[in-house]
């Protein structure tokens, strides 16, 4: 039953699928049709999507599939001239009720391996993922302030935009907000609802958590080929 309703969601929207392969990608890569769409909203297609991997092929970039904690709203797509890029030989998934978008000059990049759900991908400038991220639901990813602040003494302005980079092994909580200036260590855990905006490159095998984070406990990182626990019979 699973495998029909993956095949059936996959079928609906294959038009969408071929339509956004060969659009973007050159057609030795579009013919594999590597990336596949569910219920996808075009609010622009302009810019480029990269695909840099050795090996090219069906469904390794999904994009808008929910999973088994979302829903069926798909994703919107929203490119008015910057590059979307996936980087290696892994697979790419982003989930249902998420948001990319890539402004004029923006510079998105995934590396293999990247989860993600009902999340939000804000990028007018430079935004980079390094591969193994796990991100969990409604969680926001932003470069820029996307408004102007000027300080009222000296009139100057400040810089509306910086890079947002993330270490290799994060794993994001529920509802996790990154802003603009944002850099990470590899192999760190975010907890829910924690507000990032600066530079964490010291934080390598620790849990951040709060508003704005730091770090909590040190000495932890998420072993994703180890995930089966006990639990014990409530008494």
Same mark, same amino acid.
């Not at 699973?2 to 339509?19: E, P």
């Not at 810019?47 to 469904?59: A, D, N, Q, W």
């Not at 000059?105 to 007018?124: M, R, T, V």
């Given at each position: 039953?699973?495998?029909?309703?993956?095949?059936?969601?996959?079928?609906?929207?294959?038009?969408?699928?071929?339509?956004?392969?060969?659009?973007?990608?050159?057609? /030795?890569?579009?013919?594999?049709?590597? #990336?596949? =769409?569910?219920? !996808?909203?075009?609010? %622009?297609?302009?810019?480029? &999507? @990269? $695909?840099?991997? /050795?090996?090219?092929?069906?469904?390794? #970039?999904? =994009?808008?599939? !929910?999973?088994?904690? %979302?829903?069926?709203?798909? &994703? @919107? $797509?929203?490119?008015?001239?910057?590059?979307?890029?996936?980087?290696?030989?892994?697979?790419?998934?982003?989930? %249902?009720?998420?948001?990319?978008?890539?402004?004029?000059?923006?510079?998105?990049?995934?590396?293999?391996?990247?989860?993600?759900?009902?999340?939000?991908?804000?990028?007018?400038?430079?935004?980079?993922?390094?591969?193994?991220?796990?991100?969990?639901?409604?969680?926001?990813?932003?470069?820029?302030?996307?408004?102007?602040?000027?300080?009222?003494?000296?009139?100057?302005?400040?810089?509306?935009?910086?890079?947002?980079?993330?270490?290799?092994?994060?794993?994001?909580?529920?509802?996790?907000?990154?802003?603009?200036?944002?850099?990470?260590?590899?192999?760190?855990?975010?907890?829910?609802?924690?507000?990032?905006?600066?530079?964490?490159?010291?934080?390598?095998?620790?849990?951040?958590?709060?508003?704005?984070?730091?770090?909590?406990?040190?000495?932890?990182?998420?072993?994703?080929?180890?995930?089966?626990?006990?639990?014990?019979?409530?008494?």
């Amino acid at each position: 039953m699973n495998k029909l309703l993956k095949l059936f969601r996959i079928l609906r929207f294959i038009f969408h699928d071929i339509y956004f392969n060969f659009r973007y990608l050159p057609c /030795k890569q579009a013919i594999h049709l590597p #990336i596949l =769409l569910y219920s !996808p909203h075009f609010e %622009s297609c302009r810019g480029k &999507i @990269i $695909i840099k991997s /050795k090996s090219v092929h069906f469904g390794m #970039i999904q =994009l808008g599939f !929910p999973n088994n904690h %979302s829903n069926l709203d798909g &994703i @919107i $797509i929203y490119n008015s001239g910057g590059i979307l890029e996936f980087v290696g030989d892994g697979t790419f998934f982003i989930g %249902s009720s998420s948001v990319l978008s890539v402004g004029k000059k923006g510079y998105l990049s995934f590396e293999k391996n990247i989860s993600a759900s009902q999340s939000h991908f804000l990028c007018d400038y430079r935004m980079i993922f390094h591969e193994n991220c796990t991100i969990g639901s409604r969680c926001t990813f932003m470069d820029c302030d996307f408004h102007a602040i000027k300080n009222i003494v000296t009139g100057e302005k400040k810089l509306p935009y910086k890079l947002v980079e993330i270490g290799s092994n994060n794993w994001f909580g529920f509802e996790c907000m990154i802003m603009k200036g944002t850099s990470t260590s590899d192999n760190i855990i975010v907890g829910s609802r924690s507000l990032l905006n600066k530079n964490y490159q010291n934080s390598t095998y620790s849990i951040l958590a709060g508003s704005p984070a730091k770090i909590i406990k040190k000495g932890y990182y998420r072993d994703f080929d180890d995930q089966i626990f006990n639990i014990n019979k409530y008494e």
